[in-house]
């Protein structure tokens, strides 16, 4: 497709990815706030505040994931957020495996301290899972993953600026929902445009 302005781009999609952007900013700036000195209805109130921005940000994402799957298709001019790319395929490769062995280190340590009985081991059962499945995917997005064979993923990360992949086991219905929605979609759409094609032949 061609380029067309960030603008043009659904609301709720330039909503997530600014969402995003602010909740990871406020929650920089909440850090760098002395919280000893604050009163503890103000703490709550701007935790709250951080809390509902990142949850904004999480919600609109996950709308658009299943409205509109198939946006990662549509090429825009450089005022998109997520314009910016890795250029170097060294430091690509060296991402790949950090990333996924950095979740592997920790689904081990996480095993290890619940074998030997070390923590909260309901704790540990809710979070193994989710490590392993964290693992799991990043291997996936690591080796296997292309953004035009899965637009349904590039649509999350793009609209979460990436961020959202700490998310990914929870949200992995709404992937599999928009997965599945965007096949129809671009099944139909396909068939819609071989329809017109045979309708014209008919014509000439």
Request: aromatic share 12%.
């Amino acid at each position: 497709m061609s380029d067309i302005p960030y603008n043009r781009l659904p609301k709720s999609y330039r909503l997530s990815q600014s969402t995003m952007l602010a909740s990871v900013g406020v929650l920089f700036f909440a850090k760098q706030v002395p919280f000893q000195l604050l009163p503890p209805a103000l703490q709550i109130a701007i935790w709250a505040i951080v809390a509902g921005i990142a949850g904004l940000a999480v919600i609109t994402s996950c709308y658009v994931v299943i409205r509109y799957p198939y946006i990662s298709l549509v090429s825009t001019t450089k005022e998109d957020i997520f314009s910016q790319q890795f250029v170097s395929k060294r430091l690509l490769w060296v991402a790949k495996i950090i990333f996924p062995l950095g979740i592997l280190f920790g689904c081990l340590g996480i095993t290890t301290a619940f074998v030997n009985g070390d923590g909260d081991s309901n704790i540990q059962l809710v979070t193994l899972p989710y490590f392993y499945i964290q693992f799991v995917f990043s291997l996936f997005l690591c080796f296997r993953y292309d953004p035009i064979a899965h637009p349904t993923i590039a649509t999350f990360i793009r609209s979460t600026l990436g961020i959202g992949l700490i998310l990914t086991p929870v949200l992995l219905p709404v992937l599999l929902l928009g997965s599945f929605r965007c096949k129809q979609l671009l099944a139909t759409q396909s068939h819609s445009s071989n329809a017109k094609s045979q309708a014209f032949r008919k014509l000439d």
